[in-house]
């Protein structure tokens, strides 16, 4: 019995130093971590996407990438489609509104009109290019217009 006291003390005494200096090294990861934290929350704070506020009737490009059609492979599809005119601020706050309803063709029917900023391009005429196309193409129906 007195043994194993005297091993329960010996195993104890060797355990201090050992569960000090777990407990430094849980202290300094804890500290890494909150360095960490608030370096990314400056990072993320300066580099904040500010999206751009589209108006009523302004015209934009709408990104291609979820934009499914029926081409064979997504690489040789249009990137961008449009123009197209905003036709509506969606949300409360129209200063800090993101999402924006398009004027999009009516043969896209399976296609939600509602777009986030991040989707969207502002249209821009440059005079090097000339005018792009402000309208769509005529839907063709077998062939003819």
Request: aromatic content about 8%; glycine content about 4%; hydrophobic content about 40%.
């Amino acid at each position: 019995m007195v043994l194993a006291i005297a091993r329960a003390k010996l195993f104890l005494l060797q355990a201090r130093p050992r569960l000090r200096h777990l407990e430094s090294i849980r202290e300094e990861a804890q500290a890494s971590l909150c360095i960490a934290a608030n370096l990314m929350k400056d990072h993320h704070g300066a580099n904040d996407t500010a999206y751009k506020a589209y108006k009523v009737g302004d015209k934009v490009w709408l990104e291609g990438k979820n934009v499914k059609t029926v081409r064979p492979k997504a690489k040789l599809d249009a990137k961008r489609y449009g123009p197209f005119t905003v036709t509506e601020v969606v949300g409360s706050d129209p200063e800090k509104a993101i999402n924006f309803r398009l004027d999009i063709p009516k043969t896209w029917k399976r296609i939600h009109p509602v777009f986030h900023a991040h989707l969207l391009t502002p249209y821009v005429e440059t005079p090097e290019h000339g005018p792009n196309f402000l309208q769509n193409p005529p839907d063709l129906v077998d062939d003819e217009e």
